[in-house]
C-alpha cells in the first residue's frame, strides 16, 4: 500500500501553461514514520505487552477498566493541552483548574445550597473566564504563556486554600450527593457503563468523545489549520489573516473547559474535594502531550498522539501497582519518556522537514 504525496520538484517555467506537478508515491512504512503519533502508539504498545506478560490482572476486566479510568482523567487535559502546545503555548494552572472548578461547585452546590446544575453551570463560566484572561494577558503583555499561568496557578492555589478555608473550617468540601441534581449530574459526569465484564467510567467516555472532536478539529477544519499557523509562526500567521489572538485566546479556553469536565466529574463521583488537589498534575499532561508527538516549539503534534500518551500512563500506573512495585518508580518511568519523547519527536521533525524538500 503506498500515499500519493506531491514531488519537491518544480514544474517548468512556462507562461502560458504550467504543468501539474508530477505526483509520487510513498510507501505506508515511510509515511507512518513522519507521522507524530506513531511513536506514542509503539511505546503504548511496548507497555501493553510487557504488563501484560508480567501480571495476570492486567488483563483482567478490573485491570482494564482501572488502567482506562486512571488514563481518561490525564487523557481529557492532555487532548486540550496538545492543542494549545500545537499553538505555540502553555499552561501550567491546568492541573489546579481541576480543583477550582470542582471547588466552586461544590460551595455552590453544598454550603448555599444551589442546585447542581446551576452550580455547573457558574464553575463553567469561572473556567471559561479564567482561560479567557490568561489567553488575554498573554497577547496584550507578550509575556510567556510559561510566566503568566505559572502566576494564575499559584493564584488559583491561595483562593482554592483561602476561600475553602474561609466559608468550610477547612480545606476539603463534601457531601454533593445531598444536593438537588445530584442524580441526573453524576449520570452525566459519574456514571458507569458495563461492556461485558468491563465498566467503563463516564469519564472514559468523556475522553474518547473530546479526542475525536478534537482530532476533526484540528484535521478537517479551518480553525485547525488556525492552530497550526499560530504555532508556527505568530507573526507570519498574522501577515496571511488569521486571527491569531483570538485563536490564542480560544485554545486557552479550552484547556480549562477540559478541566471544568475533569472537576465536575470528580467531585461528582468521589461526592468531595481538597483544596489542594490537582497540583502537580499539569506536568503530566504536557509529558502526555509531548509524548503524543507534540513539539515544545509549537507548530507541530496531534491530539490522538496525546490520548495515546495519556493511556501509556494509566497502563504504566496501574501495571505497576498489579505488579507490586513501589509506586516510586512511576515517576523514574515519567522522567524517562520525557526524554525519550523529545528526542524522537525531535528526529521526526527533522526526517519529516527533509521528506517535505
Same mark, same amino acid.
Given at each position: 500500500?503506498?500515499?500519493?504525496?506531491?514531488?519537491?520538484?518544480?514544474?517548468?517555467?512556462?507562461?502560458?501553461?504550467?504543468?501539474?506537478?508530477?505526483?509520487?508515491?510513498?510507501?505506508?512504512?515511510?509515511?507512518?514514520?513522519?507521522?507524530?503519533?506513531?511513536?506514542?502508539?509503539?511505546?503504548?504498545?511496548?507497555?501493553?505487552?510487557?504488563?501484560?506478560?508480567?501480571?495476570?490482572?492486567?488483563?483482567?476486566?478490573?485491570?482494564?477498566?482501572?488502567?482506562?479510568?486512571?488514563?481518561?482523567?490525564?487523557?481529557?487535559?492532555?487532548?486540550?493541552?496538545?492543542?494549545?502546545?500545537?499553538?505555540?503555548?502553555?499552561?501550567?494552572?491546568?492541573?489546579?483548574?481541576?480543583?477550582?472548578?470542582?471547588?466552586?461547585?461544590?460551595? =455552590?452546590?453544598?454550603?448555599?445550597?444551589? @442546585?447542581?446544575?446551576? !452550580?455547573? &453551570?457558574? $464553575?463553567?463560566?469561572? %473556567?471559561?473566564? *479564567? #482561560?479567557?484572561?490568561?489567553?488575554?494577558?498573554?497577547?496584550?503583555?507578550?509575556?510567556?504563556?510559561?510566566?503568566?499561568?505559572?502566576?494564575?496557578?499559584?493564584?488559583?492555589?491561595?483562593?482554592?486554600?483561602?476561600?475553602?478555608?474561609?466559608?468550610?473550617?477547612?480545606?476539603?468540601?463534601?457531601?454533593?450527593?445531598?444536593?438537588?441534581?445530584?442524580?441526573?449530574?453524576?449520570?452525566?459526569?459519574?456514571?458507569?457503563?458495563?461492556?461485558?465484564?468491563?465498566?467503563?467510567?463516564?469519564?472514559?467516555?468523556?475522553?474518547?468523545?473530546?479526542?475525536?472532536?478534537?482530532?476533526?478539529? =484540528?484535521?478537517?477544519?479551518?480553525?485547525? @489549520?488556525?492552530?497550526? !499557523?499560530? &504555532?508556527? $509562526?505568530?507573526?507570519? %500567521?498574522?501577515? *496571511? #489573516?488569521?486571527?491569531?489572538?483570538?485563536?490564542?485566546?480560544?485554545?486557552?479556553?479550552?484547556?480549562?473547559?477540559?478541566?471544568?469536565?475533569?472537576?465536575?466529574?470528580?467531585?461528582?463521583?468521589?461526592?468531595?474535594?481538597?483544596?489542594?488537589?490537582?497540583?502537580?498534575?499539569?506536568?503530566?499532561?504536557?509529558?502526555?502531550?509531548?509524548?503524543?508527538?507534540?513539539?515544545?516549539?509549537?507548530?507541530?503534534?496531534?491530539?490522538?498522539?496525546?490520548?495515546?500518551?495519556?493511556?501509556?500512563?494509566?497502563?504504566?500506573?496501574?501495571?505497576?501497582?498489579?505488579?507490586?512495585?513501589?509506586?516510586?518508580?512511576?515517576?523514574?518511568?515519567?522522567?524517562?519518556?520525557?526524554?525519550?519523547?523529545?528526542?524522537?519527536?525531535? %528526529?521526526?521533525?527533522?526526517?519529516?522537514?527533509?521528506?517535505?524538500?
Amino acid at each position: 500500500m503506498t500515499v500519493v504525496a506531491q514531488s519537491s520538484e518544480s514544474a517548468p517555467n512556462r507562461p502560458e501553461q504550467r504543468e501539474p506537478r508530477p505526483q509520487r508515491r510513498v510507501p505506508v512504512w515511510q509515511w507512518l514514520a513522519l507521522r507524530p503519533e506513531t511513536a506514542a502508539a509503539l511505546g503504548a504498545a511496548a507497555v501493553f505487552v510487557f504488563f501484560s506478560v508480567v501480571t495476570g490482572q492486567f488483563l483482567s476486566p478490573l485491570g482494564v477498566s482501572t488502567w482506562l479510568d486512571d488514563a481518561s482523567s490525564i487523557g481529557i487535559m492532555a487532548v486540550a493541552v496538545a492543542l494549545l502546545m500545537i499553538g505555540g503555548e502553555f499552561d501550567l494552572s491546568a492541573g489546579v483548574m481541576t480543583a477550582s472548578t470542582a471547588l466552586v461547585t461544590a460551595l =455552590l452546590a453544598v454550603n448555599a445550597g444551589w @442546585n447542581v446544575w446551576p !452550580a455547573l &453551570g457558574v $464553575s463553567l463560566v469561572f %473556567a471559561l473566564g *479564567v #482561560g479567557a484572561l490568561n489567553g488575554w494577558l498573554v497577547i496584550r503583555t507578550g509575556l510567556p504563556s510559561f510566566i503568566v499561568t505559572l502566576g494564575t496557578f499559584l493564584a488559583l492555589q491561595g483562593v482554592n486554600l483561602g476561600v475553602t478555608r474561609w466559608i468550610t473550617g477547612t480545606v476539603q468540601v463534601s457531601g454533593i450527593s445531598s444536593a438537588h441534581g445530584y442524580t441526573s449530574a453524576g449520570a452525566v459526569f459519574a456514571s458507569t457503563t458495563s461492556i461485558g465484564d468491563t465498566q467503563l467510567k463516564a469519564s472514559t467516555v468523556w475522553w474518547i468523545v473530546l479526542t475525536v472532536i478534537a482530532a476533526l478539529v =484540528l484535521t478537517h477544519t479551518r480553525f485547525g @489549520n488556525w492552530i497550526f !499557523a499560530v &504555532g508556527g $509562526s505568530n507573526a507570519s %500567521a498574522r501577515a *496571511v #489573516g488569521v486571527p491569531a489572538a483570538r485563536t490564542k485566546i480560544l485554545l486557552f479556553m479550552t484547556t480549562t473547559f477540559a478541566g471544568w469536565v475533569v472537576g465536575a466529574g470528580n467531585i461528582l463521583r468521589f461526592d468531595s474535594v481538597q483544596a489542594s488537589q490537582g497540583i502537580g498534575l499539569e506536568f503530566q499532561y504536557i509529558v502526555a502531550a509531548v509524548v503524543g508527538g507534540c513539539l515544545l516549539t509549537g507548530g507541530s503534534g496531534s491530539v490522538v498522539g496525546a490520548a495515546i500518551g495519556a493511556l501509556t500512563f494509566g497502563m504504566a500506573q496501574q501495571g505497576i501497582v498489579f505488579a507490586r512495585w513501589n509506586s516510586d518508580w512511576f515517576e523514574l518511568f515519567l522522567g524517562i519518556l520525557l526524554l525519550s519523547a523529545v528526542l524522537v519527536n525531535t %528526529a521526526f521533525s527533522k526526517r519529516a522537514e527533509r521528506a517535505r524538500r
